[in-house]
């Protein structure tokens, strides 16, 4: 069981990235799964959820209107989708899935974004 980000790297500002988040030995579809980011030195922030059935989204004030969360269940993956990116969102983005009435919970290792001139 196990969750794997890509699509990390460096940008400018105002560039676009897109996250992968790719699930095995279990059905992502069957989860809640979001993405949260972290700076060194600070605690874990959240970005974004989409929640099984219905696929409804939510998202932090500080990237509303710019990030997109999505799911794609043929591929049992999530995406984040990130435009007009700034400076203040380099971070390292991770994936996590919870299932079960919480009683599972799955995070990934982690993939760098870093927004920089």
């Known amino acids: 069981v196990q969750l794997v980000e890509s699509g990390g790297g460096s940008v400018q500002p105002g560039g676009s990235l897109r996250l992968s988040c790719a699930a095995s030995?279990?059905?992502?579809?069957?989860?809640?799964t979001s993405w949260y980011r972290q700076v060194p030195g600070k605690e874990r922030d959240f970005v974004a959820s989409i929640f099984k059935p219905g696929g409804t989204a939510t998202y932090a004030d500080s990237v509303t209107g710019r990030f997109t969360i999505s799911r794609d269940d043929a591929k049992n993956a999530v995406y984040l989708q990130m435009n007009s990116l700034k400076p203040e969102d380099t971070a390292k983005y991770y994936c996590?899935?919870?299932?079960?009435?919480?009683?599972?919970?799955?995070w990934g290792q982690g993939a760098q974004v870093t927004v920089s001139s």
């Open positions: 996590v899935a919870v299932g079960d009435g919480g009683r599972r919970e799955y």
């Open positions: 030995g279990f059905t992502l579809s069957t989860y809640h």
